[in-house]
């Protein structure tokens, strides 16, 4: 998990908050009152409720603004917090970095009152993404490797509801399909850095993709090929919640 140390020192300028992304977070939270946030990273879309954040990097710690939750350094398979400590407990897009997946779920449903949300991605329609499936399926090779059946997310979480997250045209949360429909960020090495799986595969790795990339907004052939893309405002990238109801 301390792989943020080195990756995540760009991510509270490229990784804001989207507001409908967050609107639906929190409808997903339901009506608690108290939240615990577990990989909290920079603190993105953390409700007023919110009473403590645990992230194990001191570099995305650093990164949370003034008058956030208060912060712990820990691990998700290990928290540092008592039983049924808060109405509901949110895992954004941290789950794939876990060592032991069923451990720390466990821990959730341990600090959970009422509710557990995970953010995570199903890669089956990941995979397919154009930027992964055209251009850096050497991300893809890194993606297969840790992302998660969110069927197995439900089943570890006692059963659980899953939604889709559609991605808006103009998402301002820089994660991996976050630019569908504009290409050319893809080509800023700031925007990869704020993407896990670009900024692990390796930017040499990712070279011989990006220089056809470049090539392809230049004459003209990814919007040829991608015509469709341009007349949707919201993408079903792979991203889903998964929402558990505990006792």
Do not use: K
């Not at 409808?27 to 615990?36: C, E, P």
């Not at 990273?41 to 194990?56: K, M, N």
């Not at 808060?86 to 509710?115: K, Q």
């Not at 050319?184 to 990869?192: D, F």
Request: negative net charge.
């Amino acid at each position: 998990m301390t792989v943020y140390d080195s990756i995540g020192a760009t991510y509270s300028s490229t990784r804001r908050p989207d507001p409908r992304i967050a609107a639906r977070i929190h409808s997903a939270l339901g009506d608690a009152r108290t939240v615990v946030n577990v990989g909290a990273g920079a603190g993105s879309y953390e409700p007023a409720g919110t009473v403590l954040a645990v992230e194990p990097s001191a570099v995305m710690i650093a990164q949370r603004p003034a008058g956030a939750a208060p912060a712990v350094q820990a691990v998700a398979e290990s928290l540092p917090v008592a039983d049924d400590a808060a109405d509901a407990v949110m895992a954004l897009l941290t789950v794939h970095h876990w060592t032991d997946l069923a451990a720390g779920l466990a821990e959730l449903r341990r600090i959970a009152r009422r509710r557990v949300v995970v953010l995570t991605w199903d890669q089956r329609v990941t995979r397919e993404f154009w930027l992964l499936r055209e251009y850096v399926p050497e991300a893809t090779a890194i993606d297969e490797t840790r992302a998660v059946p969110v069927e197995v997310l439900a089943e570890l979480l006692g059963g659980a509801r899953i939604e889709t997250v559609p991605v808006p045209h103009d998402c301002v949360d820089g994660f991996g399909a976050a630019y569908w429909r504009r290409p050319s960020a893809y080509l800023e090495r700031v925007v990869r850095d704020g993407i896990s799986m670009l900024a692990q595969t390796g930017e040499e790795a990712l070279a011989p993709g990006l220089a056809r990339l470049h090539a392809d907004l230049a004459s003209g052939r990814w919007h040829e090929q991608h015509a469709d893309l341009l007349e949707l405002d919201e993408l079903d990238a792979g991203y889903r919640l998964v929402i558990a109801d505990v006792s």
